[in-house]
């Protein structure tokens, strides 16, 4: 019902900026939430922010302040600006989407995109 496909991630220095994206395709009428997660090596899963479509954020701790989710649900693309990056922030950053409206069917989902790879040098 949905395809999520990542950009944007890339080696950088701790201190500097990515924007990462993740647009959504297929024949689905809208999209509820939707997340980035991160995973480091050897680390599990994180949950880093959500965004729901009516607006309401959600940020891990680790992160408020440096990062900021935005979607453009036009373009059924949403974006998560990485200010102030550390390496500890290095990982691979996977969006999700929950709640699709396809067909006049929800689907709770969630629905994974493959991951960027975010590496902040020291």
């Known amino acids: 019902q949905v395809r999520l496909v990542e950009s944007g991630g890339g080696l950088v220095q701790a201190g500097e900026s990515l924007r990462l994206s993740c647009v959504a395709s297929?024949?689905?009428?809208?999209?509820?939430?939707m997340a980035w997660h991160r995973q480091a090596p050897g680390k599990q899963r994180e949950l880093v922010a959500t965004?729901?479509?009516?607006?309401?954020?959600w940020y891990v701790d680790t992160v408020k302040g440096r990062f900021t989710f935005s979607r453009d649900n036009a373009k059924n693309t949403i974006f998560l600006q990485m200010n102030n990056l550390k390496p500890e922030d290095t990982a691979v950053y996977s969006c999700a989407a929950e709640g699709i409206l396809y067909h006049g069917s929800l689907y709770r989902g969630p629905y994974w995109g493959p991951g960027t790879q975010v590496t902040v040098s020291s």
């Open positions: 965004l729901t479509r009516r607006g309401t954020e």
């Open positions: 297929g024949s689905f009428s809208s999209i509820q939430d």
